[in-house]
């Protein structure tokens, strides 16, 4: 299993370009999850989806859009992209049982600079 | 507001010490806690997590303690290995249900000297 996949792995935006930042799993998670750590700081969630069809905001959505059609992708979208959205975006994963908490598994992240 | 805090931004121990990585919250309402490792250019990899009704958890060389009256918890690694050196974050949930999430602290930067 490749696990949870990130790509691009870098990348610089300039002020008010659009970009999809793409994940992808293959172990069958039903959750799935957008974060951004900015430096010197925890991870922060963006969005989360509990399954295909089926996404939610998290702590700092604005300025993101999500979607999710497959149980595999989970795609995050920046429309107009701005230099507060420089930051590292991880995206990661679990399978969620119920009475116990199922660890994220993350994938290796991507950096984008917006200049 | 920060719900969950790893106060002390660095920790450098020696090879073969224990390494001592605390984390305190604040909302009573988290019952799960959880310990993750970053290397740099990589993801978090989980490590080693504790339910709220345990008071401590083992698992070969890291050992996480939880005491609920203080609303703390610890992660000890015995003995320390120039491996572990990473950035360790601790991170809590309330509940388990379909939207319970994970609050992350800021991180702890551990280096273990040869």
């Known amino acids: 299993n490749a696990g949870v996949t990130q790509t691009p792995k870098f990348r610089i935006l300039k002020i008010g370009q659009s970009m999809t930042l793409q994940c992808t799993q293959d172990m069958n998670h039903n959750y799935m999850y957008w974060y951004r750590q900015d430096p010197g700081m925890g991870l922060k969630l963006i969005y989360y989806s509990v399954g295909a069809g089926i996404t939610d905001k998290g702590e700092v959505p604005n300025g993101y859009n999500v979607s999710r059609s497959t149980t595999e992708d989970f795609p995050l979208r920046l429309e107009l992209a701005a230099p507060s959205q420089t930051s590292v975006y991880f995206c990661?994963?679990?399978?969620?049982?119920?009475?116990?908490?199922?660890?994220?598994?993350f994938g290796p992240g991507t950096r984008l600079t917006v200049l | 507001d920060q719900q969950v805090k790893q106060n002390s931004p660095s920790l450098s121990v020696q090879e073969g010490r224990i390494s001592i990585l605390n984390c305190d919250y604040t909302?009573?309402?988290?019952?799960?806690f959880l310990w993750y490792k970053k290397y740099p250019a990589e993801g978090p990899t989980f490590l080693i997590s504790i339910s709220s009704i345990k008071d401590k958890n083992e698992d070969g060389r890291f050992t996480v303690f939880l005491n609920k009256s203080a609303k703390h918890l610890s992660l000890h690694i015995v003995p320390s290995q120039p491996g572990d050196s990473a950035v360790y974050f601790c991170?809590?949930?309330?509940?388990?249900?379909?939207?319970?999430?994970?609050?992350f602290g800021k991180g702890i930067t551990l280096s273990v000297r040869p």
């Open positions: 909302n009573s309402m988290f019952d799960y």
């Open positions: 991170a809590a949930s309330a509940g388990t249900g379909a939207n319970s999430k994970l609050t």
């Open positions: 990661a994963s679990s399978y969620k049982r119920t009475l116990s908490y199922n660890e994220q598994f």
